[in-house]
């Protein structure tokens, strides 16, 4: 039976998925039992047994005090569920501090990891066991899906912005990530894999030679690409690091509140960042102007998240 | 073709389902243009620098012309059908005559105005912004020409001698329906050339 | 009967002399900057045309109620899809 | 009471296809639509049988993965806009709401049979895509259907008219309701299958408008490239989704709201009972076509929409649990103290119950954030898709289908026969369906054409399932070839109803009625008030 309603969640917050999962199933077991039991004993019982006698029923139209009742009684039911179904999912969508970030990139049909010190993987996500780790996910070409049934979370991959998910695996393993929103011939086999490692196994990993060393030839750290980014395309003529130029500063800007020139606040996150730079008109902070070209063209998904990422360390 | 049941007994009876019939539709069509309403909500709060920037390439001018030009026309409609209640069916003839003539007036202001968008490369794939104002143009520009059409078969009709005080059904049905393409640019004037 | 019409008539050139009128208030504002007002002002005075034509054009106003429905109703349609939208793409 | 005891051909009579192509009868324009829709059933349900087929092996085995693509499109393409929309409202609602409100016909004779033909414009058009098949799935989502190979723009417009034939029968149906009924036809005395129709017709009117849109706007950014939903132009390819689903979502009570008329109808029919709750079965059905506009949302819970609006869609969506859970409640009440028989209409009325409950008591699966982030897009949803649309929708039109049989055609079905199709139907439906709860609970995502072998017994146990299924369709549908060729003559009212379509000949004449009735009671007067008669 456990094997059946896919119990076995590989992390604390599935198994709290699960619990409401199951909650909805005994609630609407008893409404199940009750409906069906009511239908199948009254059409047994109340079928005609004598073929020549025809208007033997009584007269009954309505009781209002039960059709109250039976208005009431769900009313409260479904506001109950909702509840619950929404506190876990508020709860879920609020990843712990300290994880460790790993940027998807969705394209026909394939995902393109890369992790923040630069390297690359295809299809492939190694994470340490028992640690919070956070997707950034985009998409290249059409809508992807990027669902992890073990975890009980899924989020579509939306060309043109950021979204995140994340996860914490309990064990080591090996959970499937299957595309949920179709994408064409190959959606089927779009699929990844999520490796959470024991911690030990993770930093040999981590170490190891097979997908070549943060220094040397091997490829550059996502920060440090984003450092460099940042000086040769300009950023650094009107932004700097700390204090007011003609745009706003970086240091300290990830993980804030900004202030729009219409008094709204909004989070800078990755996909304040990422439209920020893409589509510079769209939100403006109080007190600049609106004046910054758009490098939505002229910087690769790649730059930009790097961009992102070499932000987010100016604490 | 006979219609054994199209004509209801009571003229009155008929005029009012007619009626009810004609607001059935107008509801269809205020929810036509309220998703480009809804899509122009959407993109006007996310790109208030873009529209700003792009509204001002707009013929605001001509934008004016055409909207006395569509009040103008929805003055002789209303006319037309005051004429037909008095049984003046000729004078219904030259107001709704008047109508289609200002009509293609209001078409031919906005053939004007997009060509001379295109000669400037402004195109509906521009923005969102020219997307919005191409498709919302050019479905009301749409509406307008069918309501032409009907309004020119009426005047058939009118001819023809089909209509009187008494049957005065044609008349109004087609004249609520070019009220309704005049609300439309209604809002669309402000919306896409004043406040952008 | 005459009478009542020619009252029509008379009717229906004060409404279209008010939204002549109101046409030109809408566009001379647009030249004046009054920030986000702009937008309230215009959409204000279209909706006041707008009246207009539906309550005397559109002879709205001596309907009953079933008409008076089939006029709102679709409104209310157009509310929901504008805010139902706007309450995602505003707040992402 | 008995009926009228004529026995002509009635409307039936003219003959040639001149005497079908232009008419003005509500009556041929019904069968019209009937026999068009149940062309389109079938062929849509040898789509479904075909990826049934594929899915038998968890590898591509007989077609590529584009080709299960194109399948599972059209399936559901065909399925929706061709069959499922126009079926019980165009088909049973043209013949049946004049018929029940006591008038010769509907309120736009000329209107009805041009949107008869502007459906049937609007199914060549798509005919016509099939050149080069659409493989986006029936939900068109941007930006793949703006990118991908496939005719989109022509499916687009195809749909956009069969859309325009919908609005111009739920128009037509709603001012023959309001304007049309016979003299003393209140509203507290309307047969709820026009509750339904109502209702329905609301939703047709206000909706359609808005996916025509969309398509054109899709049709648009293929031929002249405009940004609506191109990211790469700044537009939000979620703002398509919003669209869609502010149409997709009412448009599935479009589907069950007719047929919850229709089970309202037969359910105290063959209890023998008046129906229960009469103001609140009438009432529930505006109250799920108001509140189905609510809660579009609830289909984009994993697009990234934000928290207050993933908040405000889940929540309303649970509120269309209660209008239906009270519709079910009062169906029950209505069997309590009945003196039911079960001729095929019925069982199908009950299966719909039976069904239906299933696929409601899984609503809530899906309107919960937590649960839904983790079933969304799996075979969970196609279950319960299925077990509503399917188990709810199709049993409706099937229970409609046997009960005004005798009705349209004057003939009577072989009792026997129904019974063994229904059989076959119910076993091999839940055989089918129910295994994808199962398999979606287990993570098998939807629009798979090739899926990890864990999910292999699943997929052959549904597969055998739908071949029972199609089995049971297929008997049924030589019961109602038979019943045509030699049925027996059907009297004027077999099932001794009393709603007003009864109290004409069978087959109807032209006319519907020699007088137009007048009515003086409700429709659901069965049952004495102090017991048994003298």
């Given amino acids: 039976m456990g094997e059946i309603l896919s119990f076995g969640a590989a992390s604390g917050q599935a198994a709290r998925v699960d619990t409401v999962f199951l909650m ?28 020549d006698r025809d208007n033997e029923t009584p007269q009954i139209t309505g009781d209002y005090l039960l059709e109250f009742f039976w208005i009431l009684i769900p009313s409260i039911v479904v506001v109950a569920i909702f509840y619950y179904g929404w506190l876990v999912y508020a709860d879920l969508r609020i990843p712990p501090a300290g994880a460790t970030d790993v940027y998807v990139n969705a394209r026909q049909w394939m995902y393109e990891v890369r992790y923040t010190d630069g390297r690359t993987a295809i299809n492939e996500i190694h994470v340490p066991a028992g640690k919070p780790v956070r997707f950034i996910l985009s998409a290249s070409d059409v809508l992807h899906g990027f669902y992890l049934p073990d975890f009980r979370v899924k989020m579509d991959m939306i060309p043109g912005r950021t979204t995140t998910l994340w996860v914490q695996p309990d064990r080591p393993g090996r959970y499937p990530i299957y595309c949920t929103v179709f994408c064409g011939a190959g959606h089927s086999n779009m699929t990844a894999n999520l490796i959470a490692l024991p911690p030990a196994e993770f930093a040999q990993w981590e170490a190891g030679g097979e997908r070549g060393g943060p220094e040397g030839k091997g490829p550059e750290a996502l920060a440090a690409r984003g450092e460099r980014i940042m000086k040769s395309a300009g950023c650094l003529n009107c932004h700097a690091v700390e204090g007011k130029k003609i745009g706003p500063p970086f240091k300290g800007l990830f993980g804030s509140r900004v202030t729009l020139e219409d008094g709204t606040t909004v989070a800078a996150d990755e996909e304040y960042l990422r439209e920020s730079i893409t589509d510079p008109g769209a939100k403006i902070v109080k007190g600049y102007q ?10 690769s998904t790649e730059d930009v998240n790097g961009l992102v990422e070499y932000i987010k360390g100016l604490k | 073709m006979s219609s054994p049941h199209a004509e209801h007994g009571d003229p009155a009876v008929a005029f009012e389902t007619a009626k009810l019939g004609i ?44 909207t006395v030009v569509l009040i103008t026309s929805s003055l002789t409609v209303v006319l037309g059908v005051d004429a037909v209640r008095k049984g003046k069916t000729r004078l219904l ?31 509906p794939g521009t923005n969102i912004f020219f997307s919005l104002y191409f498709v919302m143009t050019g479905l009301h520009g749409l509406h307008v020409f069918l309501g032409m059409c009907v309004l020119a078969y009426v005047v058939l009709l009118a001819r023809k001698g089909r209509l009187s005080e008494n049957y005065t059904t044609p008349v109004e049905m087609s004249g609520l329906y070019w009220h309704f393409v005049d609300l439309v640019w209604i809002y669309l004037l402000p919306l896409l050339y004043l406040i952008g | 009967m005459n009478h009542g019409t020619t009252g029509a008539r008379r009717t229906y050139i004060a409404v279209y002399a008010a939204l002549v009128a109101l046409t030109i208030v809408t566009v001379s504002v647009s030249y004046v900057d009054l920030g986000m007002m702009n937008v ?41 899809i504008i805010f139902g939208t706007l309450v995602d793409t505003q707040l992402r | ?25 509500h009556k041929r324009i019904g069968v019209m639509y009937l026999l068009t829709t149940i062309a389109f059933f079938l062929v849509g349900g040898v789509f479904a049988l075909l990826l049934r087929l594929e899915l038998l092996s968890p590898q591509a085995k007989y077609f590529s993965d584009h080709t299960y693509n194109v399948f599972f499109t059209l399936h559901g393409a065909m399925m929706i806009f061709l069959f499922i929309i126009p079926a019980i409202p165009s088909g049973l609602g043209n013949f049946f709401i004049p018929m029940h409100i006591g008038a010769r016909d509907v309120a736009f004779p000329r209107l009805n049979l041009a949107s008869y033909w502007v459906f049937v414009a609007g199914f060549l058009v798509v005919l016509a895509s099939l050149v080069s098949p659409m493989d986006t799935g029936w939900t068109f989502y941007t930006p793949y259907s703006a990118k991908t190979g496939a005719a989109v723009a022509t499916l687009s417009f195809g749909i956009f008219l069969i859309g325009m034939s919908s609005i111009l029968t739920g128009l037509n149906f709603i001012v023959t309701i309001h304007k049309l009924r016979a003299p003393g036809m209140s509203w507290h005395r309307l047969p709820l299958f026009i509750w339904g129709m109502y209702s329905t017709s609301i939703i047709q009117v206000v909706a359609t ?3 025509g849109v969309t398509f054109l706007l899709l049709a648009l950014e293929r031929l002249v490239g405009v940004a609506f939903f191109d990211p790469a132009k700044g537009g939000d390819p979620v703002l398509f989704q919003h669209f869609f689903w502010f149409y997709s979502h009412p448009v599935v009570y479009v589907m069950i ?21 009469y103001a609140a079965i009438a009432y529930s059905s505006l109250a799920i076509a108001f509140i189905g506009f609510l809660v579009w949302g609830h289909h984009m819970f994993t697009s990234a929409m934000s928290p207050l609006a993933n908040a405000i869609f889940s929540f309303l969506t649970f509120f269309v649990a209660v209008p239906t859970a009270v519709k079910v409640f009062n169906w029950i009440a209505t069997l309590y103290k009945g003196s039911i028989t079960f001729e095929s209409p019925m069982l199908y009325a009950l299966t719909f119950i039976f069904l239906f409950i299933i696929g409601g008591l899984t609503g809530p699966f899906l309107a919960a954030l937590s649960t839904n982030v983790q079933l969304h897009d799996t075979y969970f949803v196609v279950a319960h898709f299925h077990y509503t649309m399917m188990g709810g929708t199709v049993m409706g039109f099937f229970a409609g289908l046997h009960y005004w049989f005798p009705k349209m055609t004057g003939k009577m079905l072989n009792e026997k026969v129904a019974r063994i199709a229904w059989a076959l139907v119910f076993i091999g439906f839940n055989v089918t369906f129910f295994t994808m709860f199962i398999v979606g609970t287990r993570g098998m995502p939807r629009r798979y054409a090739e899926y990890v072998p864990k999910f292999h017994a699943e997929n052959v146990v549904s597969t055998v399932g739908s071949a029972i299924l199609a089995l049971g369709i297929l008997v049924m549908m030589w019961n109602f070839v038979q019943g045509l060729r030699k049925g027996a003559r059907a009297p004027g009212n077999p099932w001794y109803a009393l709603s007003l379509e009864w109290q004409s000949a069978s087959p109807p004449e032209t006319e519907n009625f020699h007088e137009v009735p007048t009515v003086t009671a409700w429709p659901y007067g069965y049952g004495t008030p102090k017991g048994p008669p003298a």
């Fill in chain 1, 24 to 51: 909805i199933l005994v609630i609407g077991g008893f409404f199940f039992v009750l409906t069906q039991g009511l239908l199948i004993y009254f059409a047994v019982k109340y079928r005609r047994r004598r073929p």
């Fill in chain 1, 290 to 299: 609106n004046m910054m070209p758009t490098f939505k063209t002229t910087l």
């Fill in chain 2, 23 to 66: 607001w059935t539709f107008l509801a269809t069509e205020v929810l036509l243009f309220g998703a480009l309403f809804t899509a122009y909500a959407v993109y006007r709060a996310k790109f208030p620098a873009l529209f700003q920037a792009e509204h001002l390439k707009l013929d605001r001018v001509l934008g004016t012309v055409n």
């Fill in chain 2, 93 to 123: 003839q030259a107001y709704y005559g008047a109508t289609v003539l200002l009509g293609g007036v209001f078409l031919c202001v906005k053939y004007v105005e997009w060509t001379a968008e295109f000669s400037h490369g402004v195109f």
């Fill in chain 3, 40 to 80: 309230v002002v215009a959409l204000l005075i279209a909706s006041a045309k707008a009246s207009l034509v539906a309550l005397f054009f559109m002879h709205l106003k001596g309907e009953n109620r079933l008409v008076w429905g089939f006029a709102l109703v679709p409104i209310l349609f157009l509310l929901l």
């Fill in chain 4, 1 to 25: 009471m008995t009926g009228n005891p004529e026995t002509g051909r009635g409307y039936l009579a003219e003959r040639g296809w001149r005497s079908w192509a232009y008419t003005l009868d």
């Fill in chain 4, 209 to 211: 408008p808005v996916v």
């Fill in chain 4, 257 to 277: 709201l007719p047929a919850m008329g229709i089970v309202s109808e037969v359910i105290p029919v063959f209890s023998r009972k008046p129906i229960f709750g």
